[in-house]
């Protein structure tokens, strides 16, 4: 089970970390990624890690704003986003899937949390 939690309402430029909790297994073996959807749109990959390696993976449009992170010891991950701009605006969903490739396609992923909204005023 995956729980999704620090999204908000901010304003442009302002920050914000969402977190999202695993409980009932561990994800050594697993990526976990976010994605986002904003209204009338596809649910689309913003970013993922790898666990046990830590290797990461971004979209375009938030490299160098956004920042993937885990802790084992929590068994959650995280994403900063720094920076934020109003096209950022969506829900934001945690996703986790087996084995050690970051697909950024949603119906590689077979764990999902609920989302958390994520508001950036202009």
């Known amino acids: 089970q995956l729980q999704a939690s620090g999204g908000g309402l901010v304003q442009t430029g302002d920050f914000l970390r969402l977190s999202c909790a695993a409980s009932?297994?561990?994800?050594?073996?697993?990526?976990m990624g976010w994605f986002r959807q904003a209204p009338g749109k596809e649910r689309e990959f913003v970013a993922g890690?790898?666990?046990?390696?830590?290797?990461?993976d971004y979209r375009d449009s938030v490299k160098g704003r956004f920042t993937i992170s885990r802790d084992s010891a929590k068994n959650t991950v995280y994403l900063q986003m720094n920076s934020l701009k109003p096209e950022d605006t969506a829900v934001y969903y945690c996703?986790?899937?087996?084995?050690?490739?970051?697909?950024?396609?949603?119906?590689?992923?077979?764990?999902w949390g609920q989302g958390t909204l994520v508001t950036v005023s202009s």
């Open positions: 996703a986790g899937k087996n084995g050690v490739i970051i697909s950024t396609t949603t119906s590689a992923y077979i764990y």
């Open positions: 009932g297994r561990t994800l050594g073996s697993h990526v």
């Open positions: 890690i790898y666990w046990s390696g830590g290797r990461t």
